[in-house]
């Protein structure tokens, strides 16, 4: 394992750039080499790779997008298909799957970046990891947490996701010190030892790592799911950002001011409108190159994730930069009534609402144009006071502005989330365009 003085992430802002701009160079003569569809971008663009000297000339190159992996997906490999040991599937912007092959290396490079991860938010040899994710269903992160947690040394229960029941008897009979997690399962543990007499708070957790859902504000201070977990339990909480197509993870330390980038691993630009980069602490598109992928890596993909850049040193000694919490989706940004949103801030109100059992979120053109927004929530039973005013309210505290307010059984908001396609629940649906209609609440 890296020591301080070894680790990049502690070394001078110049060194890691110096770093960087030669790891750079490498990637760049492996894609003109082994990359039929980079190759063709470099071609089709007139672009000698000799002339990309620092991270600041990757302007000269097109971004890669999401509908190019679906489109040419075959061409962004740069091995024989022999090379392959683990296939990878993610979400595609036309809807069928985006195809990842990972050699060995690949897979060297996953447990790498992962016990960096697992050892910037402070876990050693010695302590217990207890992965809710599940390691199936050609998903990578948990395999990918696994491999890191086993080359960090420390010990690994793989339980998988859901089951409250199950989740509480290993943590009983193994005495596990960190969960990793997605945040809003910790709400459904806490209500389960509730109701069952479990003293979680007595219990041997300590940490919970979390995935998929942000658990801090702009400022770092905790957003309201990160503040009803720890009200309720006093555990460290760390947040971290990733993605299968940028291959890293950035994972908070113990400060909570920021996911670090490891500098092997990635380069990251934040992009603004002019599709140029702004300056650091603005927010902008992420924009990621890999490092060190063997199987299909990528060059400035676009991953429509919208952050800021903090490129001060952190407390914990680390001169690489950080990412801040994401602010939401490029193209899920919301105009509504004046007021810029998107849908993480809909959404932290929802998941922190008691009686909201789950909901979807639609966003579609008014007639005057404009963005209108309808938050279909379902409610488990009649409530003693009037829900649609008290979750406007909510809005209007948190976001200044009030969406219109539809309320549905859950079972029917459960057939949204859930068509039986899709490997993730569907929680927001963009029909700005479209021509404007009104659904029965029961279809």
């Given at each position: 394992?890296?020591?301080p003085?070894k680790?990049?992430e ?6 890691i750039e110096e770093?960087q ?15 039929p569809?980079?190759?063709k971008?470099f071609s089709d ?10 991270i600041d000339?990757?302007v000269?190159?097109?971004f890669?997008?999401k509908?190019?992996?679906?489109l040419?997906n075959a061409d962004?490999?740069?091995v024989p ?8 599937t ?5 809807g069928?799957p985006v195809t990842?092959?990972?050699?060995d290396?690949d897979?060297?490079r996953?447990?790498f970046n992962e016990?960096?991860?697992f050892?910037?938010?402070?876990v050693?040899p010695?302590?217990i990891?207890?992965?809710m994710?599940?390691?199936d ?10 491999l890191g947690i086993?080359k960090l040394g420390a010990s690994?229960i793989?339980v998988g996701?859901?089951m409250p ?6 943590i009983?009979?193994?005495?596990p010190?960190t ?5 809003s399962f910790?709400?459904?543990?806490i209500e ?8 979680y708070r007595n219990s041997?957790?300590r940490?919970i790592i979390?995935?998929g859902?942000?658990l801090r504000e702009q ?10 977990i ?6 460290d909480l760390f ?8 291959g890293?993870?950035f994972?908070e330390?113990p400060h909570g001011c920021?996911?670090?980038v ?5 380069i990251?630009?934040?992009i603004?409108d002019?599709?140029r980069?702004v ?5 902008g598109?992420?924009?990621?190159t890999?490092l060190?992928?063997e199987?299909m890596p ?9 952050s800021?850049?903090i490129?001060?040193?952190?407390r914990?000694g680390r001169?690489?930069y950080r990412?801040t ?5 490029k193209n ?10 998107y849908?993480p ?7 922190n609402?008691?009686?909201v059992?789950?909901y979807v979120v639609?966003?579609r053109?008014s007639?005057a144009?404009t ?11 009649a409530?003693?006071?009037?829900v649609?005013k008290d979750?406007k ?14 309320i549905?059984?859950?079972e029917?908001?459960?057939?949204i989330?859930n068509p039986?396609n ?11 365009g479209k021509p ?8």
């Amino acid at each position: 394992m890296n020591t301080p003085e070894k680790d990049i992430e502690f070394r001078s802002p110049a060194e890691i750039e110096e770093y960087q701009n030669g790891r750079l160079h490498e990637a760049l003569r492996y894609l003109a080499d082994k990359s039929p569809f980079y190759q063709k971008v470099f071609s089709d663009n007139g672009i000698d790779i000799e002339d990309i000297l620092t991270i600041d000339d990757l302007v000269k190159i097109p971004f890669t997008e999401k509908k190019d992996l679906q489109l040419h997906n075959a061409d962004f490999l740069c091995v024989p298909p022999e090379k392959i040991i683990d296939y990878i599937t993610t979400s595609g912007t036309f809807g069928d799957p985006v195809t990842f092959g990972c050699t060995d290396k690949d897979l060297e490079r996953l447990a790498f970046n992962e016990m960096k991860s697992f050892s910037c938010a402070g876990v050693k040899p010695g302590n217990i990891v207890q992965l809710m994710t599940t390691l199936d269903k050609r998903f990578m992160a948990g395999l990918a947490y696994f491999l890191g947690i086993r080359k960090l040394g420390a010990s690994v229960i793989r339980v998988g996701n859901g089951m409250p029941e199950l989740q509480w008897d290993t943590i009983n009979r193994l005495r596990p010190d960190t969960l990793m997690c997605v945040p809003s399962f910790i709400l459904r543990l806490i209500e389960y030892a509730e109701q069952h007499g479990i003293d979680y708070r007595n219990s041997s957790i300590r940490r919970i790592i979390g995935i998929g859902e942000g658990l801090r504000e702009q400022d770092f201070s905790l957003n309201l799911l990160g503040k009803r977990i720890k009200e309720k339990w006093d555990v460290d909480l760390f947040a971290t950002y990733s993605s299968t197509e940028m291959g890293a993870t950035f994972s908070e330390c113990p400060h909570g001011c920021g996911g670090h980038v490891h500098p092997e691993l990635i380069i990251v630009e934040i992009i603004g409108d002019d599709n140029r980069p702004v300056k650091d602490g603005e927010v902008g598109e992420v924009v990621v190159t890999t490092l060190g992928v063997e199987g299909m890596p990528l060059l400035r993909f676009r991953t429509g994730d919208m952050s800021r850049k903090i490129t001060e040193q952190c407390r914990c000694g680390r001169n690489s930069y950080r990412l801040t919490p994401l602010v939401g989706r490029k193209n899920n940004m919301i105009k509504l009534k004046g007021t810029t949103i998107y849908p993480p801030a809909i959404n932290d109100v929802l998941d922190n609402t008691p009686y909201v059992i789950n909901y979807v979120v639609e966003v579609r053109n008014s007639f005057a144009g404009t963005d209108e927004v309808v938050v279909k929530a379902g409610v488990a039973s009649a409530q003693p006071f009037d829900v649609i005013k008290d979750l406007k309210d909510r809005f209007r505290s948190r976001i200044r502005v009030a969406p219109i307010v539809e309320i549905l059984s859950p079972e029917d908001i459960s057939k949204i989330n859930n068509p039986g396609n899709n490997r993730k629940p569907i929680k927001f649906i963009d029909n700005r365009g479209k021509p404007k209609t009104y659904a029965h609440p029961h279809i």
